[in-house]
């Protein structure tokens, strides 16, 4: 397995973390899709997605294992513990904080030529 399968499956478990905590259980009607936390939760792993289409290296995978670990931890917390409420915004507030992490990152893979 190379290092783009890896980080490609990294994006991919993180877009189906952020909508396992998008899909939300609804009294009366089954499911509701809320839409706000899913989009922000697919913002680290947009963010990932650049870096690793520019940049190679284990710097890349610790980097999005990191990301996945956390918002992993984050969605078990906010699902399992705090039943699905989101009244504190961790829900919000943890992907973005993981996005602005990542900008400097993206801006090592945009100076240098690693290609």
Known sequence: ?????????IILLGCG????SAVV???DTGYYLMTGVLL???LPYLIY?????LMRGPLVLVGGLLIL??????????????GADYDSGMIYYG?????VLGLPLLLRALREPWR
């Open 25 to 27: 259980p609804h009294y």
């Open 49 to 53: 997605a650049l870096v690793a289409a």
């Open 95 to 99: 992907p973005l904080l993981l996005a």
């Open 69 to 82: 670990v956390l918002h992993g931890i984050l969605v078990a917390n906010e699902r399992v513990l705090g």
């Open 1 to 9: 397995m190379n290092e783009a399968s890896l980080s490609y499956g």
């Open 17 to 20: 973390l952020a909508f396992l």
């Open 40 to 42: 922000t939760g697919l």
